[in-house]
């Protein structure tokens, strides 16, 4: 009824606001639309960001009060890195997804930030399990909602350049050889240990420096020149050069450079490794010296060897010849002496070529010995003036010597022998390479040492050869046309033998006027007793007292015979007897004998055996040695057996009476 009741403007007025209503309804609605277009495009962006960013992104709902996280959402990076599928993980939880996430840390990482609602930041960690296995970077945060997510990246990739590179690095430092690094520009950027090592600079020195510092003035311009040229043009250069250290001292390198490009193709820096081979260089040039060497000895000794069997058989053949002439029966007594003054010669000749020899071979095993004592440097200049005196005067030359100091000064401590040996070959050699004018020799004494020189006026020895000439089987002419006789071994002998008596020996020599040679000794001098060396006794006259019985034991008849010889004339009785066991007989038997003449080498029972037995029965009875190969071991064995004196074979006469003398 009430509505009936309204007046027209009443509803009119209702309508209108009705109206108002509707048209604020639509225009609510419309921003309600708008609003919900912005959600939209909103949630489409989100989605857009989650699906394409370059991170793996995860979210997590919480599960069973934090104790699990089941997978809400999962984008295409993270399907990409941990290679499964999206569908294959929505509603699972994480701990059965990714079994080896308690162990990565993760999980705990997860569990804080959901209570505490912190980020955090799980550092690069590498993950395990059956399935994969990668270096992981890891952010986590809490949405409003309370879900968890967490970002991450697989820097398997990076982490592995960086262990290469760690290695890489480490390969360098301790690299034997030298690294040096520069820039562009040449300065020094890094040198590894080994520089520093090389070279005395430390790497404090030299970073900023140019590798120039290390140059040692001594390689031409051109040399670097050619090197920038090679590295800059891009291309590796590899060569040796002469570089200084810190200390100044100079060595050698063997350098590789190499320039370092980058993406465009421009160098930006220059990596060099280097070698220090001055001692592989040192060794090189030793060794190719030693082949060279290797190849001169060869040859020298082929040279040697048609030599000394010319220098044999020279000999051998007088031998042979005029003892074949001997046997003549129409010979007059003169001729007989002549030829047998040649035969003589001529084995002492071949003596010396074998003495030598053996001497040669001593040396190069190292088993020459000394026998140092008394020696009157006087008497061995005096007798070796008598030795040549002869020779000089039939060559026409003329001969002089000369002494430096008295007779009693002259007493020192040296190898008589040796000394002796040295002196013959030089003059011996002085006479032979001098067809006329003058051969002289002598010493004086200079400070603590005595100076010898032996000078002729002779053929002279050209310069180039004067060094080799002390080198074994070294002769100046090698030719089949020389003129002289020879091996070219005594001058490298007298070298050695000098050396070991702590001198020294030297050449001067013009071709065509002469030669010098000069050596020393050390001036050791020694009181002599009686001031009268056992050298003079040998020239005066002596005569052994009458009855004098002398035991000669040998097996060899000839040596028996000569020994017999030898002593026949002497005023003594010799007895003889054929091996040691005989000898002791004798010994037993006859009391008169007053030495011993023992061979080493016998049958039945041997010179060392005997000369023990001797000894026992008489220990006083001086037994002297002889021996064939003059061995210092057999020296020495001789002299343990009991012997007195050791002589060697051949038997010198005047020596052997010497000896026996001393034991009258
Ligand atoms: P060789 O036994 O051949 O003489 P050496 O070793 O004594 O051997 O000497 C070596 C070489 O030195 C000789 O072949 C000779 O050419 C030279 N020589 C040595 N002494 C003299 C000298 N006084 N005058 C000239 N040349 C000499």
Redesign the pocket.
């Known amino acids: 009824m009430s509505d009936e009741k309204k007046s027209l403007s009443q509803l009119v007025a209702e309508l209108k606001e009705l109206r108002q209503k509707v048209s604020e309804l639509e225009k609510a609605e419309s921003a309600c639309r708008a609003f919900t277009g912005k959600i939209r495009e909103n949630e489409e962006r989100f989605r857009q960001f989650f699906e394409n960013i370059s991170s793996g992104v995860a979210v997590y709902d919480v599960q069973d009060d934090g104790n699990d996280f089941v997978f809400r959402d999962f984008n295409k990076s993270a399907e990409r890195i941990d290679r499964i599928e999206k569908e294959d993980v929505i509603g699972k939880s994480v701990l059965k997804i990714f079994p080896g996430i308690k162990k990565f840390g993760l999980f705990d990482v997860l569990q804080r930030v959901w209570k505490t609602g912190q980020p955090e930041h799980h550092p690069v960690s590498m993950y395990e399990d059956k399935r994969i296995v990668g270096w992981r970077d890891n952010y986590v945060f809490k949405l409003p909602g309370g879900e968890i997510v967490a970002v991450y990246n697989d820097v398997t990739r990076e982490r592995r350049f960086e262990e290469q590179l760690k290695i890489i690095g480490k390969a360098i430092e301790q690299n034997p050889a030298a690294v040096v690094i520069t820039d562009r520009d040449a300065k020094i950027e890094y040198v590894n240990p080994k520089f520093t090592e090389l070279t005395g600079y430390s790497s404090k020195e030299v970073i900023g420096q140019n590798p120039s510092i290390l140059q040692s003035g001594q390689m031409p311009d051109d040399f670097y020149k050619k090197l920038w040229q090679t590295i800059l043009a891009g291309r590796g250069w590899q060569g040796e050069f002469l570089n200084k250290k810190k200390n100044g001292e100079f060595y050698w390198e063997s350098a590789s450079i190499s320039p370092v490009v980058n993406e465009q193709e421009i160098i930006t820096s220059f990596v060099a490794v280097k070698e220090d081979v001055t001692e592989k260089k040192k060794l090189w040039e030793q060794l190719v010296e030693a082949k060279e060497k290797a190849e001169e000895s060869d040859r020298l000794k082929s040279c040697f060897l048609a ?1 000394i069997s010319h220098e044999i058989r020279t000999p051998m053949n007088g031998i042979l010849g005029f003892s074949a002439l001997l046997k003549e029966p129409r010979l007059s007594g003169e001729e007989k002496e002549q030829y047998i003054e040649l035969i003589h010669e001529s084995g002492n000749r071949m003596l010396s070529i074998i003495n ?1 020899l053996i001497d040669i071979s001593r040396i190069q095993t190292g088993e020459l010995v000394l026998y140092p004592g008394a020696t009157s440097i006087n008497e061995i200049i005096k007798s070796t003036y008598v030795s040549f005196r002869d020779q000089a005067r039939q060559k026409g030359v003329s001969f002089s010597c000369k002494t430096g100091l008295s007779a009693k000064e002259s007493v020192i401590k040296t190898d008589k022998a040796r000394l002796n040996q040295v002196l013959s ?2 003059v011996g ?2 006479l ?3 067809g006329e004018g003058e051969v002289s020799f002598g010493y004086k004494k200079n400070d603590k040492m005595l100076e010898f020189y ?1 000078r ?1 006026t ?4 050209p310069e180039n ?1 004067q060094g080799k ?2 080198e074994r089987f ?4 090698l030719d089949a046309t020389r003129e ?11 070298k050695k033998i000098i050396e070991m008596l702590g001198g020294d020996i030297s ?1 001067d ?1 013009t071709p065509g006027e ?2 010098e ?1 000069c050596f020393t000794l050390p001036y050791a001098p020694i009181q002599s007793k009686n001031n009268q060396p056992q050298e003079l006794e040998r020239e005066g006259y002596y005569v052994f007292p009458a009855g004098f019985t002398i035991l000669v034991v040998d097996d060899d008849t000839i040596s028996r015979l000569l020994l017999k010889g030898v002593l026949s004339g002497q005023n003594v009785r010799v007895l003889l007897a054929e091996n040691g066991r005989e000898a002791v007989e004798k010994v037993e038997k006859e009391p008169d004998i007053g030495i011993v003449l023992m061979d080493m080498k016998m049958p039945v029972m041997n010179g060392y055996e005997a000369t023990v037995k001797i000894k026992e029965i008489r220990p006083d009875l001086p037994v002297i040695a002889q021996t064939a190969f003059a061995d210092p071991g057999e020296q020495e064995a001789a002299k343990d057996a009991g012997c007195e004196e050791v002589l060697s074979k051949p038997i010198n006469p005047e020596e052997l009476l010497a000896e026996i003398r001393r034991y009258v």
Request: proline share 0%.
């Open positions: 030599n030598n070959h030089l050699n002085a032979k390479y001098t032996v002729d002779g053929i002279g020895i050869q000439i002390f070294r002769q100046v002419s002289y006789e020879g091996a070219g071994l005594g001058l490298s002998l007298s050449v020599s002469g030669s040679f």
